[in-house]
């Protein structure tokens, strides 16, 4: 049952990326997108108007571009609800078998006795290293496996950017 739910929230989560930092179109990086483009604004010194209409415009919005985006974020998620949601969970058990493994075979491991503060800033630093390379890694071979790019081409093809985009 727990299962269910789980996926049934993972599901929904689409519904809820505005609230949610680790999204591309969280509330807080729009509106500092928009703060952005005010100071813009104010050192050009050109009118807004215009393009605050354009912004609006369903146009942009309700364009087939746009909504081909729309579309592949709900497919991208859902593939990740059904492939990477159960992969994610057994890794979590394999993890754990590992440490186990190596707890018996090696000892605890406490020769380091490094303050907490250390420990968490270093690792902090070489997950958000790890995490950008793996970004760039995996963006490159969407470009370079043909397969990938059939899929990646769409992301290039856009005609209109919004945040989705």
């Not at 591309?24 to 990086?29: G, K």
């Not at 928009?34 to 104010?42: F, P």
């Not at 991208?76 to 075979?105: G, Y």
Request: include cysteine; charge should be neutral; glycine fraction near 2%.
């Amino acid at each position: 049952m727990e299962t269910w739910l789980s996926y049934i929230e993972t599901a929904i989560e689409p519904i809820f990326f505005v609230v949610n930092p680790q999204k591309r179109i969280y509330w807080l990086y729009l509106l500092s997108s928009v703060a952005l483009a005010c100071l813009y604004v104010l050192v050009t010194k050109k009118p807004i108007y215009n393009d605050l209409k354009k912004l609006a415009s369903a146009k942009i919005w309700l364009h087939p571009s746009s909504l081909l985006d729309f579309k592949w974020m709900l497919i991208n998620h859902s593939c990740r609800v059904m492939l990477v949601v159960p992969l994610l969970s057994s890794q979590i058990s394999l993890a754990l078998w590992f440490n186990t493994v190596f707890t018996e075979n090696l000892g605890e491991g406490d020769f380091l006795q490094w303050p907490a503060i250390y420990v968490s800033i270093i690792f902090t630093i070489i997950l958000f290293i790890a995490e950008d390379f793996s970004r760039y890694g995996i963006h490159a071979l969407y470009h370079k496996i043909p397969i990938l790019w059939r899929f990646h081409a769409i992301h290039h093809s856009a005609e209109v950017l919004t945040p989705v985009t």
